[in-house]
């Protein structure tokens, strides 16, 4: 049972590069979110998809665009990287809202960004 | 102000003590409480999800909801070295589908 699987695990990157993360969940969740996670910062949401079709924005969406592929699969897409993107990026799924934004997590994917 | 609020620490206890862990909220819509375990370099997962006022326990581990102070806490009781993590508050509304974040706690167990 995978649960969420992002790919890639690790990433560096020069200014300016694009790049896009994957990732992909088989619990048949309606919801899936990218959060980043930052020393000192907590989890922040970047972009969230509560159902297949739809996407909204997070609490720091600047610099980032995501799409919804699927109902398994969510994409995150840098499009010009910057040194300020050096971060841990998490995808999640969940089967709703409410009672059930019970969040499932990837292992993650540390990004560097030079 | 944020809307939850948790205590960074380091907390740093012996083996084997009891441990408290808290949060504190704003926003009296908050109906589900969870509490999230994160091991270094690894995601976060879910140890705790209580939807009530009062106390759930599972194993060595408590959370406890006072909705009228705004107010949850995870007790860990015969703390582990394994229990060195940190350990993250999350909460939603009835309409939310995002999940509302505090900043994690930092626990370290000494052996």
């Known amino acids: 049972n995978a649960g969420v699987t992002q790919t890639p695990k690790f990433q560096v990157l020069k200014t300016g590069q694009s790049m896009t993360l994957q990732c992909a969940q088989d619990?048949?969740?309606?919801?899936m979110y990218w959060y980043r996670q930052d020393p000192g910062m907590g989890l922040r949401l970047i972009y969230y998809?509560?159902?297949?079709?739809?996407?909204d924005k997070g609490e720091v969406p600047n610099g980032y665009n995501v799409s919804r592929l699927n109902k398994r699969e969510f994409s995150l897409r840098l499009e010009s990287a910057a040194p300020s993107q050096t971060s841990v990026y998490f995808c999640?799924?969940?089967?709703?809202?409410?009672?059930?934004?019970?969040?499932?997590f990837g292992q993650g994917t540390r990004l560097t960004v030079v | 102000q944020k809307e939850v609020e948790q205590d960074p620490g380091p907390l740093s206890v012996p083996e084997g003590a009891i441990v408290s862990l808290n949060c504190t909220y704003s926003?009296?819509?908050?109906?589900?409480f969870m509490w999230y375990r994160q091991y270094s370099r690894k995601g976060p997962e879910l140890l705790m999800y209580?939807?009530s006022s009062g106390n759930k326990e599972d194993g060595r581990f408590t959370a406890q909801v006072d909705k009228s102070s705004k107010y949850i806490s995870l007790f860990i009781r015969d703390s582990q070295p394994s229990d060195s993590a940190t350990y993250l508050c999350?909460?939603?509304?009835?309409?939310?589908?995002?999940?509302?974040w505090g900043a994690g706690t930092k626990l370290i167990i000494k052996p």
């Open positions: 999350a909460m939603s509304a009835v309409s939310n589908y995002q999940l509302i």
């Open positions: 619990m048949n969740h309606n919801s």
């Open positions: 998809s509560a159902s297949e079709g739809t996407t």
């Open positions: 209580t939807y």
């Open positions: 999640a799924s969940s089967l709703g809202r409410g009672r059930n934004t019970e969040a499932f």
């Open positions: 926003n009296s819509a908050f109906q589900y």
